[in-house]
């Protein structure tokens, strides 16, 4: 009989130990998925966020470099309408002129071609920087669309 109860006893005890987690078990591991998925939710919640400031950033890039390039096209007409002033004003220098001696015109000549020289190296440099700036934009274009 003992042996029957000593049995018994262990039966119980090993069918009780196999019945599963304690409830303090349960609410520790469902405290620890819970705190798994809040972390998991918060990591997107900063990942989205992030995605949309650099977005915005981009948006606000590109923005600001299509304002550029308008102001250096702009720029740009107006430089070569000055280079086209410049050299309509050589060409009436060059022209006969009565009173003006030889010393004179050649003063004229030689101011008259440095603005106009300098004119000249301005415009190159605004269509360097239009070049560019238009690189620029379309690869901000694209990186705006690639952020989607």
Known sequence: MKVTSTLTSLLFVVLHASCGQSEEEKAKLQQQQQAREDSIKHAAE????????????????????????SVYQATLMEAKANLEAARDKMNSIK???????????????KNQSMTISS????????EKKINETEGLVSQLKTAVQNSN
């Open 46 to 69: 900063e990942e989205t966020k992030s995605k949309i400031e650099a977005k915005q950033a981009l948006q606000d890039s590109l923005q600001l470099t299509t304002t550029s390039l």
């Open 95 to 109: 022209e006969f002129q009565l009173g003006r001696t030889p010393s004179e015109r050649e003063e004229q000549i």
């Open 119 to 126: 004119l000249e190296e301005q415009v190159k440099e605004l």
